[in-house]
């Protein structure tokens, strides 16, 4: 059985109840919980270990992505009756330039953010990125932490058969 893709996704946070600072300062990990809609739970529910996050600050102070966090423990109950859950989340890096919700606006009305939750439903607490949006808003806020490097290393390795064969 073939190995499941990586997914992505928005994680929002009002900053005065939890601050991309705070996940820092938390030693990089933490429990994403206290969700409560139903289809964002749903959503949460879909996450498995190594699916990435960006880190969303909303409020009316600051609407934008900040971070970028891994899922490093998938859904899991927190209560008793399975209602309350969590996933838990590792900093992977700061964006190099945080990427404001005017700006992924704009790119909306030139196509390139066509059907993205995020603009759709701006009320729901946790989306799913397509893998093209998240890669161009990487490109819009410059990368993230150790980026770079991550990519010189997914590009290093051969992505077929063939490849691998003429590299012998």
Known sequence: ??????????LKTEPEEWSWEDQRSNGGVST????????AVN?????RAGDRCFFY???AAARRVVGVVEVVKPWYTIAAGGEDGAVDVRSLGEMRKPVELR?????AEAEAMKGFALLKQPRLSVVPVPEGIWERICEMGGGYGDAA????EEEAQPS???EEEQDE
């Open 1 to 10: 059985m073939g190995k499941r893709r990586r997914m992505y996704w928005l």
């Open 32 to 39: 994403w919980d206290g969700v409560r809609n139903r289809q």
């Open 43 to 47: 959503h949460m529910k879909a996450m």
């Open 57 to 59: 600050h909303s409020g």
């Open 103 to 107: 700006e992924i606006k704009a790119e």
């Open 149 to 152: 490097a991550e990519e010189e």
């Open 160 to 162: 077929s058969p063939e």
